[in-house]
């Protein structure tokens, strides 16, 4: 079965970084699709980044574009996020997702497998 496991989240003060880690395993995701979303309380959850696994295309959200770098290591068989001058607004629980398909539009929250979550903070 497919597990994802979140890593790197916590505390940082505005304009820090921090790197996020999804570890992916139970099948070969060459030709599947990832996803970062975040959920903040209160709010709806949102995509942050997606990208594909197999020529590593990437997609960002307006909110992030230029801060965040997603990627992936197919030896590792992990996806990154590279959060860079963090903002207050940026505070959330970050959700690593995996889809089988090979392509997902920005806007297509329907993944067949999400992670637990890591929660980073960022304080002004």
């Known amino acids: 079965q497919v597990q994802l496991v979140e890593s790197g989240g916590g505390l940082v003060q505005a304009g820090g970084s921090l790197r996020l880690s999804c570890a992916a395993s139970g099948r070969t995701f060459s030709s599947y699709t990832m996803g970062w979303f975040r959920q903040a309380p209160g709010k709806e959850r949102e995509v942050v980044a997606v990208i594909t696994w197999s020529d590593a295309i990437t997609r960002y959200a307006d909110s992030v574009q230029g801060r965040f770098t997603i990627s992936r290591d197919s030896a590792k068989n992990t996806v990154y996020l590279q959060m860079n001058s963090l903002e207050p607004e940026d505070t959330a629980v970050y959700y690593c997702?995996?889809?089988?398909?090979?392509?997902?539009?920005?806007?297509?929250?329907?993944?067949?497998?999400w992670g637990q979550g890591t929660q980073v903070t960022v304080s002004s």
């Open positions: 997702a995996a889809d089988r398909s090979p392509f997902k539009r920005l806007s297509d929250y329907e993944y067949d497998y």
